[in-house]
């Protein structure tokens, strides 16, 4: 993948980041916490759906199209399945709608569930579609598809802030919907080609076990993943309240900084490090990647933690906590992050079953620290215990492939991101007491992170260096 590429699929995450930061406090100014923090469960449940209705053949998609001639059939045979999965909730959902609509936003109203079942269906259409753009390296494509609905979704709720009348959560599902209608026809037009080939390829029984053998062990893994987040959404809403509920969820919207850079990684770390391996590369270069955004990591979020005072200035004051909530949230997905690099060598060697032991473990532990620390504590402790899950998960995961792959050094890793993972635990705990001295403390822990790293940061400077003297 060239720079050109790397350009192109990085406009998207940057853009949609960008236009999220924007779009939160708007929406945040715009409904009630109550609704805010209702929004925040039907964005976990889509996450959930998509996880339980693709089968992991999503992923098999992925990690099978190098070796795989017949792409068409090849994405007819990884979206079948799920499809005829999804039809099915779908007709349940809709019939028990009520029922599941009060459980879900503690409101009965079959126009939310509605919303939310054509909701989860844009998500899953998308989310193949997104993977064609991704494997071809159409980097801009890719991108475009992903700003426009973000800025379709920032022009609604901006009308309605404009227009006088009071706004409701399904006003919110509206405009949510109404976005990503626009990125499937984005998707199905920048795909055209490859759907119609599709459509006249053939089902395949033998290709489809394949895929299945790789992907059903990432279902339960990836829905032991989501399930991390969705345990703490869900322990807020039953275990506290909507405000705090909202709080949190805002929280995790601003976070979006940091998902910005899992995104831009995650579409460019898989499809390369498969290619590497088909091409036979040398691929010893994993150590010198991960330690690249072992750095990344480490210092994004000591900045991130300077400067998180600044969302007093656009949040309203119900949300005065969240400041102090940010880089718990930020290290989630920046774990995450580090864990696609470190973790390569369980999709390597196809043992995806260590994922789903991993993961399951993880979740476990994520249950019982919620448990213990949401009735009292609120977001704080919602925010607490996912991070600690996060970590372990992502520790089991490092030591699952340095055993089953080849191991690299991971002390100085391992201390940095405890040093990082502490110091955001202690922001939700201590923030309210110390007050500013916070920030400076995380301005500090910032130049430690730029002296322990300086070795990765003056060879980053070089490539760039090199790179432009030869352009």
């Not at 987040?229 to 919207?253: D, G, K, Q």
């Not at 999709?347 to 991993?358: D, E, V």
Request: charge should be positive.
């Amino acid at each position: 993948m060239n720079v050109k590429n790397i350009v192109g699929f990085a406009i998207g995450p940057v853009g949609s980041a960008i236009l999220g930061l924007a779009t939160t406090p708007l929406i945040a100014w715009a409904f009630s916490p109550e609704d805010v923090g209702r929004f925040g469960v039907f964005q976990t449940v889509l996450s959930l759906v998509l996880v339980v209705s693709v089968f992991g053949l999503d992923q098999a998609y992925t990690r099978e199209y190098h070796s795989e001639s017949d792409k068409p059939r090849l994405f007819k045979n990884s979206v079948i399945p799920g499809l005829c999965l999804l039809v099915i909730l779908s007709v349940g959902v809709i019939f028990y709608g009520k029922l599941i609509s009060e459980f879900l936003f503690g409101i009965e109203s079959r126009v939310l569930i509605s919303l939310t079942v054509c909701a989860v269906t844009l998500n899953y259409f998308t989310r193949f579609l997104s993977l064609i753009l991704r494997m071809q390296e159409r980097g801009l494509a890719f991108s475009m598809s992903q700003v426009i609905p973000k800025f379709v979704l920032l022009a609604i709720i901006l009308v309605y802030i404009a227009l006088p009348f009071e706004k409701s959560l399904v006003h919110l599902f509206y405009a949510f919907v109404a976005s990503m209608a626009v990125v499937l026809v984005i998707f199905g037009w920048n795909t055209r080609k490859e759907l119609k080939e599709s459509f006249k390829a053939s089902l395949d029984s033998d290709l489809m076990r394949k895929l299945f053998r790789y992907g059903l062990p990432l279902v339960v893994a990836g829905l032991a993943f989501q399930a991390i987040s969705a345990v703490t959404i869900f322990s807020l809403r039953t275990l506290s309240t909507f405000p705090e509920l909202a709080v949190y969820s805002v929280t995790l919207r601003f976070s979006a900084v940091a998902v910005l850079v899992q995104s831009i990684f995650s579409i460019i770390w898989a499809p390369l490090v498969f290619k590497w391996h088909s091409n036979n590369v040398d691929m010893n270069r994993v150590n010198s990647v991960a330690q690249a955004v072992l750095a990344a990591v480490c210092i994004f979020a000591a900045i991130c933690g300077s400067l998180a005072w600044l969302l007093d200035y656009v949040l309203p004051a119900d949300y005065l906590q969240v400041k102090y909530l940010l880089v718990c949230a930020m290290v989630q997905p920046l774990l995450y992050t580090l864990s696609i690099v470190t973790s390569v060598g369980i999709g390597l060697q196809r043992k995806t079953s260590l994922s789903l032991a991993t993961s399951v473990i993880a979740l476990l532990v994520n249950l019982l620290l919620c448990w213990l620390l949401t009735p009292q504590l609120g977001a704080s402790g919602a925010v607490i215990a996912n991070t600690l899950s996060f970590f372990l998960l992502f520790v089991l995961n490092t030591e699952a492939s340095a055993f089953i792959w080849r191991g690299f050094p991971r002390v100085k890793m391992y201390f940095c991101l405890a040093l990082v993972v502490s110091g955001s635990i202690l922001t939700v705990i201590l923030g309210h007491e110390i007050g500013p001295s916070v920030w400076v403390v995380w301005s500090l822990i910032g130049v430690f992170n730029v002296m322990v790293f300086m070795s990765e940061l003056r060879n980053l400077y070089g490539q760039i260096l090199n790179r432009y003297s030869k352009a």
